[in-house]
């Protein structure tokens, strides 16, 4: 255990997923016994694209939700802090703080941004969107953290993070960490639909919290080889999403190697290959279930996993903040407007009998 810490997390737009899981909670569940841990609920994240009182109205059962997914996918309450975004208003102001430290051009640069406008629906980029990697840049400095484990589309945003706290420490004085970003083995996980990453805003996910029905439906949905209308014409395996699942949840390696090697030369139907994925699959989540249950047995548990979190990371951003106001002056600025005030009301008080 060093004594540095480690920030990453989910918008509370709903449950978890198998890309989330390899993107970065198989990192936060490796990382969590070397880093103290620090699991964002970023909600005022999720306003830029979801902003309606409906999709706000959802955030506290989206929370529950995914922390609960994140308790099963093994990370411990007792190392991880989980907190909500939107009650630490610090963060905002480390915000405001930041927006100086980076120009347009460059958060126009950043690919995601655009890619999440275009999922939204939105013709326009809207001003918060593009703010998306400095309001991230708070999120990950408000705690000073060290290690952001994150998937592939916000690698960019990390980026953005580390150049902001580099001119900050160059204006104002060492003050944050240049944080890391920890890459998972699978950056990027497609959806079951073959055409994109998983997501939950396109629905071609596999959810943590599906059961063992959910994913054989699931997997016997799921895109292959197009040209393969019959079980004896040879398929092709790279890039084909049923073998990337394969490659990624099914421990059987010997099970993987024949399956491929008999879909190559046409000697295997895909309901095989998925029976057995969805058999794969089933076993990686099975313990989740099992940690699940026991943490749903205990109602109110995982609200007061969340409300503590937030009130004890609140005071650690309290003071980031106060120190990040000290460096650049603020703090002293108003100390001199309000010294001399406080000398003009005392002189006011000794003239007047
Ligand atoms: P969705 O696209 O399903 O709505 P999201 O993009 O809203 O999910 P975020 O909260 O932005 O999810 O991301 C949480 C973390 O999960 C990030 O580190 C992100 O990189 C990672 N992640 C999300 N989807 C995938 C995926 N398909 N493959 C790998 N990592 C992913
Ligand atoms: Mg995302």
Known sequence: MTDQRMLTGDRPTGKLHLGHYVGSIANRVQ????YETFLIIADLHMLTTKNTREDIAKVSTNARDMVLDSLAAGIDPTRATYYLQSAIPEVTELNALFQNLVTVPR???????????????????PYGLLGYPVLQAADILCVKAHVVPVGKDNHAH??????????????????????ELVESEVPTLVGTDGQGKMSKSIGNVIYLSDSAEDVRKRVAGMYTDPKRIRADIPGTVEGNPVFI????????????????ERYRAGKVGDVEVKDKLAAAI???????????????EQSGLVDEIIVEGTERTRREVQQVVFEARKAMGLTAAYNQLRRKAE???KSREDTTP
């Open 282 to 296: 089933n076993r990686f989540l099975d313990p989740m279930r099992e940690r699940r249950a026991h943490y749903e």
């Open 158 to 179: 990390v980026e953005v993070t580390r150049e902001i706290a580099r001119r900050f420490n160059y204006l104002y004085g060492e003050t944050f960490p240049v944080p």
């Open 107 to 125: 958060l126009e640069r950043v690919p995601s941004l655009k890619d999440m406008a275009r999922d939204a629906g939105k013709e326009e980029m």
């Open 31 to 34: 990382l969590q016994h070397k």
């Open 245 to 260: 699942y394969h490659d990624v949840f099914n421990d059987n390696a010997a099970e993987v190697a024949d399956l491929k």
């Open 343 to 345: 000398r003009a009301r």
